[in-house]
Protein backbone atom coordinates (compact mmCIF):
# COMPACT_ATOMS: atom_id res chain seq x y z
CA UNK A 1 0.00 0.00 0.00
CA UNK A 2 1.29 3.53 -1.15
CA UNK A 3 -0.01 7.03 -0.06
CA UNK A 4 0.48 7.37 -4.08
CA UNK A 5 -2.81 4.87 -4.02
CA UNK A 6 -4.48 8.06 -2.31
CA UNK A 7 -4.41 10.47 -5.14
CA UNK A 8 -7.40 10.21 -6.54
CA UNK A 9 -9.48 11.46 -3.55
CA UNK A 10 -6.98 14.05 -3.26
CA UNK A 11 -7.19 15.24 -6.77
CA UNK A 12 -11.51 15.55 -6.17
CA UNK A 13 -10.49 17.84 -3.23
CA UNK A 14 -8.63 19.34 -6.11
CA UNK A 15 -10.44 20.32 -8.59
CA UNK A 16 -12.53 23.48 -8.22
CA UNK A 17 -9.34 25.00 -7.72
CA UNK A 18 -7.99 23.15 -10.84
CA UNK A 19 -10.73 25.04 -12.74
CA UNK A 20 -10.51 28.00 -11.61
CA UNK A 21 -6.93 27.98 -12.80
CA UNK A 22 -7.19 27.51 -15.67
CA UNK A 23 -9.87 29.99 -16.69
CA UNK A 24 -7.38 32.07 -15.28
CA UNK A 25 -5.13 30.91 -17.70
CA UNK A 26 -2.53 28.88 -15.45
CA UNK A 27 -0.66 26.17 -17.30
CA UNK A 28 0.82 22.75 -16.26
CA UNK A 29 4.12 23.89 -16.65
CA UNK A 30 4.00 26.69 -14.62
CA UNK A 31 2.67 25.20 -12.06
CA UNK A 32 5.65 22.13 -12.24
CA UNK A 33 8.26 24.98 -11.99
CA UNK A 34 6.81 27.15 -9.15
CA UNK A 35 6.78 24.07 -6.82
CA UNK A 36 10.59 23.50 -7.93
CA UNK A 37 11.91 26.43 -7.70
CA UNK A 38 10.36 26.91 -4.55
CA UNK A 39 11.94 23.69 -3.09
CA UNK A 40 15.10 24.42 -4.36
CA UNK A 41 15.17 27.44 -2.82
CA UNK A 42 13.57 26.12 0.81
CA UNK A 43 16.05 23.32 0.51
CA UNK A 44 19.01 25.70 -0.31
CA UNK A 45 18.63 28.34 2.20
CA UNK A 46 17.97 25.58 5.17
CA UNK A 47 20.98 23.90 4.31
CA UNK A 48 23.05 27.11 3.79
CA UNK A 49 21.75 29.35 6.09
CA UNK A 50 21.66 26.97 8.87
CA UNK A 51 18.98 28.60 10.39
CA UNK A 52 17.12 27.15 13.94
CA UNK A 53 15.44 24.00 13.80
CA UNK A 54 11.87 25.55 14.21
CA UNK A 55 12.87 26.38 10.12
CA UNK A 56 12.47 22.54 9.78
CA UNK A 57 8.51 23.27 9.94
CA UNK A 58 8.66 24.64 6.57
CA UNK A 59 9.15 21.41 5.32
CA UNK A 60 5.98 19.42 6.04
CA UNK A 61 3.93 22.52 5.81
CA UNK A 62 5.54 22.67 1.50
CA UNK A 63 5.59 19.16 1.42
CA UNK A 64 1.71 19.12 1.60
CA UNK A 65 1.28 22.13 -0.66
CA UNK A 66 3.88 20.56 -2.95
CA UNK A 67 2.02 17.30 -3.21
CA UNK A 68 -1.05 19.61 -3.67
CA UNK A 69 0.96 21.74 -7.00
CA UNK A 70 2.10 18.26 -8.07
CA UNK A 71 -1.80 17.07 -8.20
CA UNK A 72 -2.49 20.46 -9.50
CA UNK A 73 -0.17 20.19 -12.59
CA UNK A 74 -1.34 16.74 -13.50
CA UNK A 75 -4.79 17.92 -13.59
CA UNK A 76 -4.27 20.64 -15.90
CA UNK A 77 -2.29 18.80 -18.54
CA UNK A 78 -4.60 15.52 -18.86
CA UNK A 79 -7.95 17.24 -18.09
CA UNK A 80 -7.18 20.93 -19.93
CA UNK A 81 -5.60 19.57 -22.54
CA UNK A 82 -2.26 20.29 -21.47
CA UNK A 83 0.22 17.75 -22.12
CA UNK A 84 3.21 18.46 -23.47
CA UNK A 85 6.60 16.42 -24.68
CA UNK A 86 8.45 19.54 -22.46
CA UNK A 87 5.82 18.70 -19.83
CA UNK A 88 6.73 14.95 -19.63
CA UNK A 89 10.67 16.09 -19.30
CA UNK A 90 9.63 18.94 -16.66
CA UNK A 91 7.17 16.49 -14.83
CA UNK A 92 9.50 13.88 -13.79
CA UNK A 93 13.31 16.00 -13.78
CA UNK A 94 11.41 18.91 -11.46
CA UNK A 95 10.32 15.66 -9.03
CA UNK A 96 14.20 14.72 -8.71
CA UNK A 97 15.83 18.12 -8.23
CA UNK A 98 13.33 19.12 -5.79
CA UNK A 99 13.85 16.06 -3.58
CA UNK A 100 17.17 16.29 -3.70
CA UNK A 101 16.87 20.18 -2.53
CA UNK A 102 14.04 19.50 0.13
CA UNK A 103 15.98 15.91 1.58
CA UNK A 104 19.58 17.80 1.83
CA UNK A 105 19.29 20.02 4.82
CA UNK A 106 18.88 16.38 6.89
CA UNK A 107 22.65 16.01 6.26
CA UNK A 108 23.34 19.02 9.17
CA UNK A 109 20.65 17.46 11.91
CA UNK A 110 22.96 14.85 14.37
CA UNK A 111 22.83 11.66 14.36
CA UNK A 112 22.13 11.65 10.68
CA UNK A 113 25.08 11.08 8.12
CA UNK A 114 25.44 13.06 5.64
CA UNK A 115 26.77 9.83 3.57
CA UNK A 116 23.38 7.83 4.22
CA UNK A 117 21.35 11.16 3.24
CA UNK A 118 22.87 11.65 0.39
CA UNK A 119 22.67 7.60 -0.47
CA UNK A 120 18.77 8.37 -0.20
CA UNK A 121 19.38 11.07 -2.04
CA UNK A 122 20.88 9.54 -4.88
CA UNK A 123 18.41 6.61 -4.79
CA UNK A 124 15.21 8.63 -4.88
CA UNK A 125 16.45 9.82 -7.92
CA UNK A 126 16.90 6.35 -9.04
CA UNK A 127 13.58 5.25 -8.37
CA UNK A 128 11.96 7.92 -10.04
CA UNK A 129 14.28 6.73 -13.34
CA UNK A 130 13.16 3.03 -12.78
CA UNK A 131 9.49 4.58 -12.29
CA UNK A 132 9.81 6.35 -15.96
CA UNK A 133 11.51 3.55 -17.68
CA UNK A 134 8.42 1.22 -17.71
CA UNK A 135 6.99 2.96 -20.71
CA UNK A 136 9.80 1.75 -22.72
CA UNK A 137 9.70 -1.58 -21.94
CA UNK A 138 5.92 -1.79 -22.85
CA UNK A 139 5.01 -1.38 -19.33
CA UNK A 140 3.03 1.74 -18.01
CA UNK A 141 5.12 4.29 -15.44
CA UNK A 142 5.76 2.82 -12.56
CA UNK A 143 4.84 3.75 -9.01
CA UNK A 144 5.52 1.23 -7.01
CA UNK A 145 6.63 1.42 -3.38
CA UNK A 146 7.39 0.78 -0.63
CA UNK A 147 8.86 3.86 -0.90
CA UNK A 148 7.82 6.40 -3.32
CA UNK A 149 7.81 9.89 -3.64
CA UNK A 150 4.29 10.73 -1.94
CA UNK A 151 5.62 7.92 1.05
CA UNK A 152 8.95 9.70 0.97
CA UNK A 153 7.12 13.50 1.30
CA UNK A 154 5.14 11.51 4.03
CA UNK A 155 8.37 10.93 6.23
CA UNK A 156 10.42 13.23 5.50
CA UNK A 157 7.52 15.61 6.51
CA UNK A 158 6.91 14.45 9.65
CA UNK A 159 10.88 13.90 10.69
CA UNK A 160 10.92 17.75 9.69
CA UNK A 161 8.30 18.61 12.55
CA UNK A 162 9.62 15.92 14.84
CA UNK A 163 13.31 17.90 14.04
CA UNK A 164 11.47 21.86 14.34
CA UNK A 165 9.93 20.44 18.03
CA UNK A 166 12.88 20.46 19.22
CA UNK A 167 12.41 16.75 20.05
CA UNK A 168 15.69 14.88 21.23
CA UNK A 169 16.81 12.78 18.36
CA UNK A 170 17.96 9.24 20.16
CA UNK A 171 21.75 7.45 18.86
CA UNK A 172 19.63 4.36 17.19
CA UNK A 173 17.72 7.02 15.04
CA UNK A 174 20.97 7.11 13.07
CA UNK A 175 19.98 4.09 11.77
CA UNK A 176 16.62 5.62 10.21
CA UNK A 177 18.32 7.24 6.94
CA UNK A 178 20.07 3.41 6.33
CA UNK A 179 16.53 1.89 6.40
CA UNK A 180 14.88 4.44 4.03
CA UNK A 181 17.61 3.95 1.59
CA UNK A 182 17.16 0.12 1.71
CA UNK A 183 13.12 0.77 1.50
CA UNK A 184 13.85 2.90 -1.79
CA UNK A 185 16.24 0.34 -3.09
CA UNK A 186 13.49 -1.88 -2.61
CA UNK A 187 11.18 0.22 -4.51
CA UNK A 188 13.73 0.22 -7.49
CA UNK A 189 13.41 -3.50 -7.74
CA UNK A 190 9.66 -3.48 -7.14
CA UNK A 191 9.20 -0.87 -9.83
CA UNK A 192 11.96 -2.86 -12.56
CA UNK A 193 9.66 -6.31 -11.57
CA UNK A 194 6.38 -5.14 -12.35
CA UNK A 195 7.91 -2.90 -15.10
CA UNK A 196 8.66 -6.53 -16.78
CA UNK A 197 5.89 -8.79 -15.51
CA UNK A 198 3.40 -6.17 -17.00
CA UNK A 199 5.16 -6.08 -20.50
CA UNK A 200 5.93 -9.77 -20.27
CA UNK A 201 1.62 -9.94 -19.83
CA UNK A 202 1.16 -7.63 -22.36
CA UNK A 203 3.54 -9.79 -24.79
CA UNK A 204 1.62 -12.83 -24.63
Not at 28 to 52: E, H, I, K, R
Amino acid sequence: MSIYELKPRFQALLRPLVVRLHAMGVTANQVTLAACVVSVALGLWLFFAAPSLAAFALIPAWMFLRMAFNAIDGMLAREHNQQSKLGAFLNELTDVVSDAALYLPFALVAPFSPFWVGTVIVLAGLSEFAGALGPTVGASRRYDGPLGKSDRAFVFGALGLYVALGWPLAGWTAWLMPLLAALVAWTIVNRIRRALAEADAAGR
